[in-house]
């Protein structure tokens, strides 16, 4: 048994382990015991004083651009993660932080809803892996069609759920349906049912904030633009989140929104945990305006870009 270890022995196996990064698998075979008696021998040697872990956070926030934040925007949560030396270094700690957020909430989750792009890719793969059978991620837009990508939306939906060893719901249905009849009959149909049902019960989503230049680039919204966005001026777009369009004030448009398929506004706003994560500077404009809908709650951000922010919140005032 574990209790029966003395003390060397308890640090051999924990050496092999925190030391030499031998896998559980490995030091099982070199011992003779099984991988449930290593980790439990790790967890005596952890308990017994014989291991002391210290974890140094490398991380550095600037909590009053936090509290500004939160303020301004009435944010539940504002991370403002301090700059760092390089755009690389300041992009791969946004996208590492925003993971184990999400993560550390996700533990009290069943449902969690996430949308595409490089962004969401990113943190998914930041994520660790665990096992929750338990949890579901739901795609909570149609499909973009951007299929030249390994960000298409069901991809996105089936790594974040393999990481976790999860259940993925997909929606099979393109982002826009333009033919309103069509849309509305598409939305009654039981397998899409299903995923409305999901949206009722999120308890977390995680997205990041597009331009309309994103959509621009799409092979098939792109050409579809000025029927989507039929009656709008899209010189007013100030970006896209969740696949709808609003403007610097926060004004959603509705006639772009009613063309969309996917959770609703109102399901949306009663999920309690709204993730944006943003690490490009060139998005500051898109992202005052995606604040000011009120569909944010928790934002993941650096010092740059909130600096930019506030300057842009000035501006727009």
């Known amino acids: 048994m574990v209790e029966s270890y ?3 022995q308890l640090a051999d196996i924990a050496r092999d382990y925190y030391l030499s990064k031998l896998p559980i698998t490995q030091i ?7 991988r449930y008696l ?12 014989v291991v002391h872990i ?17 303020n301004l925007f009435g944010l539940k949560e504002a991370f403002v993660l301090k700059d760092r030396d390089t755009t690389s270094h300041d992009n791969e700690q946004i996208v590492d932080f925003a993971a ?20 969401v890719l990113d943190t998914i793969v930041h994520f660790d892996e665990i096992k929750r059978p338990d949890l579901s991620f739901v795609q909570l837009a149609g499909m973009s069609l951007r299929t030249d990508t390994p960000h298409a939306n069901y991809s996105l939906i089936q790594r974040a759920a393999e990481k976790f ?11 826009y349906i333009l033919n309103q009849t069509a849309h509305d009959l598409m939305e009654k149909e039981p397998a899409i049912e299903e995923l409305h049902k999901k949206y009722q ?15 621009e680039s799409n092979r098939v919204w792109g050409k579809l ?35 969309l398929s996917g959770i609703k506004r109102e399901d949306l706003l009663n999920t309690p945990i709204r993730f944006a994560i943003v690490k490009n500077k060139f998005k500051t404009h898109s992202l005052l305006g995606a604040l000011r809908t009120h569909l944010i709650t928790h934002l993941v951000i650096n010092e740059a870009i909130a600096n930019k922010l506030l300057q842009e919140a000035e501006k727009f005032n």
């Open 225 to 259: 633009q000025d029927q989507i966005f039929s009656g709008v001026d899209q010189n007013k777009v100030a970006g896209m989140i969740f696949g709808r369009a609003y403007d610097i004030n926060g004004q959603i448009f509705e006639s772009v929104e009613a063309k």
């Open 100 to 119: 184990h957020q999400i993560q550390n909430y996700s533990k009290a989750a069943n449902e969690i809803g996430l949308t595409w792009g490089t962004t």
């Open 6 to 8: 003395d003390n060397s």
């Open 28 to 34: 099982s075979q070199k011992y003779n015991l099984s």
């Open 54 to 70: 210290s974890i140094k956070s490398s991380v550095k926030r600037n909590n009053q651009l936090e509290t500004n934040l939160r």
């Open 38 to 49: 290593i980790a439990k021998a790790l967890e005596e040697a952890e308990a017994s004083g």
């Open 201 to 215: 019960h999120l308890d977390l989503v995680f997205t990041g904030v597009g331009t309309l230049a994103s959509m």
């Open 165 to 175: 060893e999860a259940k993925s719901y997909v929606l099979p249905i393109p982002l």
